[in-house]
């Protein structure tokens, strides 16, 4: 099978982490005799120091051209100033708008080899397995008006969270349809008792939820939610929340792994296995974002980058063995204590980005 894969690595540690991910798709592909045609292109800061923008014309021709995009992570100090009028972080959000990623997926499960590097108690972990769905290209992050201006009361400033019944309506179908496959439980997300969209978010989640008599469906007030998580993180199956609520809750989530360097992710334009979906290519990241603090240092855990891939060869390619291959090589690779800092406890052995990539490499080569 040939696989058509634009690649943009991006800021601060995305780089080295997507050049893990490369190492792994690359060797994926020859042991498993498919063809990796790879294109890599700008996004983020470094475009913008380039370029002057950070999503450049010439990037988004070749994600419309790939069949599937693997992405770092944007942003840092260096563009950070609250005057600047191109941001980093504007490559990522103007992607997902443009090729009309709305579904966000975000997997968080609990490896039993890491249970004590989770700030948790090892009994709360056991059984945790739960898909974030978010809502990616709505909301407070893209609604109009969206603006700063000075007038005689000083500055202010306005986002504006606006959803549309069909935004709702198709984001839901994506978590109900996610449900079918897993644990029948979708637990919807909202601000129901302060915010009109969080009324009509429970409105069409109890509507779209007739179509589904087999789900069990559950509201829950998005700081109860967040509660939630760190009491009884084993009761969730199907999270789906609209786009910033779920930015947030996907970072406490992730943390119950051990560590936010271990949460893949994959955004698409229709539910998974859904074919008809895949006309435009879907995007695949680790959730950590770039990580400043630690860019250079070879310190940065690939993992999250490398089980990206595993979601892209299972979503995008339709590739099962594939994807277990990676992801019971990360599996084994933990089960024997290598660790990145972000993972260490007492007896791991710690090792480097690029030794991290080389042993999950070496166990998918040797079949783990
Ligand atoms: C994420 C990131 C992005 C977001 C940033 C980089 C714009 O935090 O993918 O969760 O807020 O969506
Ligand atoms: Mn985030």
Known sequence: MKLNVAILPGDGVGPEVTKEAEKILNLVAEKFGHKLDSSTGLIGGSAIDETGT?????????????????????????????????????????????????ANIRPVKAYDSLTHSSPLKEERLSGVDMVIVRELTGGLYFAEPKKRWTDKSGRQAVDTLLYSEEEIFRIMNVAFELATTRKLKVTSVD????????????????????????????????????????????????????????????DEASVLTGSMGMLPSASLSGSIGDSSALHTASLYEPIHGSAPDIQGMGVANPIAAILSVAMMVRYSFGLQQEANAIELAVQSTLDHQYRTPDLATDNSVVVSTSEMG?????????DN
């Open 54 to 102: 950070a999503l450049p014309d010439n990037t988004l021709d070749i994600c419309r051209k790939s069949d599937a995009i693997l992405f770092g992570a944007v942003g840092g100090p260096k563009w950070d100033s609250a005057s600047a009028n191109t941001r980093p972080e504007d490559g990522i959000l103007a992607i997902r708008k443009e090729l009309g990623l709305f």
């Open 191 to 250: 601000k129901f008792n302060v915010l009109e969209t969080g009324r009509l978010w429970r409105e069409v989640a109890n509507e779209v939820s007739s179509n589904y008599p087999n789900i069990h469906l559950e509201h829950m007030l998005v700081d109860n939610a967040a509660m939630q998580l760190v009491r009884a993180p084993a009761n969730f199956d199907v999270i789906v929340s609209e786009n910033t609520f779920g930015d947030i809750l996907s």
């Open 358 to 366: 080389n042993q999950i490499a070496s166990r998918i080569n040797n």
